[in-house]
């Protein structure tokens, strides 16, 4: 993988500048030879990749984004302008009549409800039975999971979802390469908000589908044309960026984080404000092992009670109080800032790349700090 991220893309690069430059063109000649003009309907498909006309369709850096998260995910790239604009399209691809979506990022939620709105999708839980599923639906989940960090079991899901002839869309922002691979356990499609990990800076908003279908890649990209969702030209430039150095990131954030629940679950009767851990870490389903190489550098906490989370943030000097994820600045929330469907006690926290042992005596201070 490391050297994929570095050098996927060399034989689409059109410059021989090492790093490809930033590219802001919106527009791009045509063919200076009246010969080879091909109109609009005779062009051949998948011609909007590797020809750029226009950057709504396309562009230089986009198209070296796709080919290196092509690589490391397995599958065929799209990248859109966030990740909800990556659920947005599999939705619009998919266009299921009923969704089983589970908990997970309230904003794949607040998607689901606008399909509701303007068509009636009807919605479902991943607990309910599925008896409801019919061929085309779509069984959406998200392992692991938003805001804890626990591992569900993909192929429990692909298989029921398979079952009925539904597909299943596996968002797996939690667990990108090489944590988790949902192909490998029946996903038909996989989504990332490359905002978190493959960004990884804080300073990017991107998302991306991945298919293992050329086909469904080349309609994806055509609904992409009219969705108006392709990935900006900029941001395509700082996540190309941000992929050379992300084996390294993912890997030690990774571990990080393993080590740090390891310390908390450890030492917890000595936190009195401390009531739970979350963690694939802390697992022991035999799934979790199989579908998961190494955990999330995301996991959450529970405390005592709503005023010593609430607090907690402002008892941290390495973990700074801001929502997200993913990226080399540990974060923690206290969730209920932005979501509404979590309870007050819970604490999210997400890994960065400083010194762990300083990671450690910061959590360590202010789970000693947040209570009286
Ligand atoms: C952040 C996030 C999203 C949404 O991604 P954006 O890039 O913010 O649109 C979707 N799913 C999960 C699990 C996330 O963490």
Not at 164 to 173: E, N, Q, R, S, W
Not at 180 to 192: E, I, T, W
Not at 353 to 365: A, G, M, S
Request: glycine share 6%.
């Amino acid at each position: 993988m490391d050297t994929k991220l570095i050098h996927a893309d060399d034989d689409i690069t059109r410059v021989s500048d090492v790093v490809q430059p930033i590219n802001v063109a919106t527009t791009f000649r045509y063919n200076a030879d009246p010969e080879k003009l091909v109109k609009y309907q005779d062009l051949p498909e998948n011609s909007i990749i590797g020809n750029p006309v226009y950057s709504r369709l396309s562009h230089p850096n986009s198209e070296n984004c796709e080919a290196v998260l092509s690589e490391i995910l397995n599958g065929h790239v799209v990248c859109y302008s966030s990740g909800l604009a990556a659920f947005m399209a599999a939705l619009s691809y998919f266009n299921p009549k009923v969704l089983a979506i589970g908990d997970g990022y309230h904003g794949c939620h607040g998607v689901a409800n606008l399909f509701t709105r303007w068509n009636g999708l009807k919605q479902i839980s991943l607990v309910d039975s599925f008896d409801e599923l019919q061929k085309g639906d779509v069984v959406h989940l998200e392992t692991p999971v938003n805001p804890t960090g626990l591992a569900l079991d993909i192929q429990e899901y692909a298989d029921k979802a398979h079952e009925k002839g539904a597909f299943l869309l596996v968002d797996a922002t939690f667990a990108p390469p090489p944590l988790q691979d949902p192909f490998l356990f029946g996903a038909d499609m996989v989504m990332h908000s490359a905002t978190k990990y493959f960004g990884g800076h804080s300073d990017l908003l991107a998302g991306c589908l991945v298919t293992k279908n050329l086909a469904v890649k080349t309609k994806l990209v055509e609904d992409r044309v009219f969705l108006g969702t392709n990935i900006a030209n900029l941001e395509s430039f700082l996540l190309r960026r941000s992929l050379r150095t992300y084996g390294m990131r993912i890997e030690r954030q990774s571990s990080s984080a393993e080590k740090i629940v390891a310390h908390l679950h450890e030492n917890r009767q000595s936190y009195k404000a401390l009531k739970e851990i979350y963690h694939s870490s802390l697992q022991s389903e035999a799934f979790v092992k199989q579908q998961l190489s190494s955990h999330s550098p995301v996991f959450a906490i529970d405390l005592v009670s709503e005023e010593a989370a609430k607090r907690f943030p402002s008892k941290c000097s390495f973990f700074q109080h801001a929502t997200s994820l993913g990226g080399v600045e540990s974060l923690v929330e206290w969730r209920a800032m932005s979501d509404t469907t979590v309870r007050p006690t819970l604490l999210r926290l997400s890994v960065g790349t400083e010194n762990v042992q300083d990671l450690i005596e910061d959590l360590d201070t202010a789970l000693k700090s947040c209570i009286d």
